[in-house]
């Protein structure tokens, strides 16, 4: 029988590699624009938001809600570009994404600001200074920003306007009207019957689906405790007014 000698354990700090540029794109290649509506509206609810906005415009996606601001847990999972749970807290009791969903966004534009309680996060798809037109994302340090809300969350996405490659798939190109429309569109016919099967938060069902609005492409959706979502479709050419609660 061999001599079988069993090599001795190493020492020092082993070291962890990943390919995160990697490991988004793939979570964004399941996702279709109209995942975006979802995630951004989970996120909402999971906040305490009862009057949440949506507009989309051909310049940026904003998102802005009155719940509760962004607490110091909650700063510190927007600074991770991916997961949540074991560096940093993950979200408790939400039926959002965890770490994932905000970056939905990625499929509209390179950047992503989130502000709250007069601070702002920047995350970003070009986070590779040498590599500008390379697909890698990253985020900046939260940072005091005056003109963020002190109450609630606003989220904006200023629309790509320059394909974005992504190493052995295809590049994230800049969305167009079409995209957009049908962005709104998913989110007047797919996202209530997604959110009614949230079973796991019976108290975020919701009592009505989304509805077309009178004035323009706009849609309102209402949930249990008397909160509300509007979603609207603006641009250049058919903008239906200052979006507004009545």
Do not use: Y
Request: proline share 8%.
């Amino acid at each position: 029988m061999a001599d079988i000698r069993i090599p001795p354990p190493r020492d020092g700090q082993p070291k962890v590699k990943a390919d995160i540029p990697a490991m988004v794109a793939e979570f964004l290649g399941e996702l279709t624009v109209g995942d975006i509506i979802v995630e951004l509206v989970q996120n909402e609810l999971d906040g305490g938001s009862r009057r949440t906005e949506i507009e989309i415009t051909d310049e940026a996606l904003i998102c802005t809600g009155n719940g509760e601001q962004i607490e110091p847990t909650g700063w510190d999972r927007l600074s991770f570009v991916i997961g949540a749970g074991t560096l940093v807290q993950a979200k408790v009791d939400g039926i959002g994404a965890k770490n994932h969903g905000i970056r939905a966004c990625f499929l509209l534009g390179d950047r992503i600001v989130v502000q709250s309680d007069k601070q702002r996060i920047d995350l970003t798809a070009r986070g590779q200074i040498d590599e500008p037109d390379a697909f890698f994302p990253a985020a900046w340090d939260p940072e005091p920003d005056p003109t963020a809300p002190k109450r609630g969350v606003r989220v904006t996405v200023p629309m790509r306007t320059e394909p974005l490659a992504i190493a052995g798939r295809n590049a994230l190109t800049p969305p167009t009207p079409a995209t957009l429309d049908e962005l709104f569109d998913s989110a007047v016919e797919a996202a209530p019957s997604r959110f009614l099967r949230l079973h796991a938060r019976p108290a975020m069902a919701l009592r009505a689906c989304f509805q077309k609005g009178q004035a323009g492409r706009q849609a309102d959706v209402h949930c249990a405790f008397d909160r509300q979502v509007r979603v609207v479709r603006t641009n250049l050419h058919a903008h239906c007014g200052e979006p507004g609660w009545t």
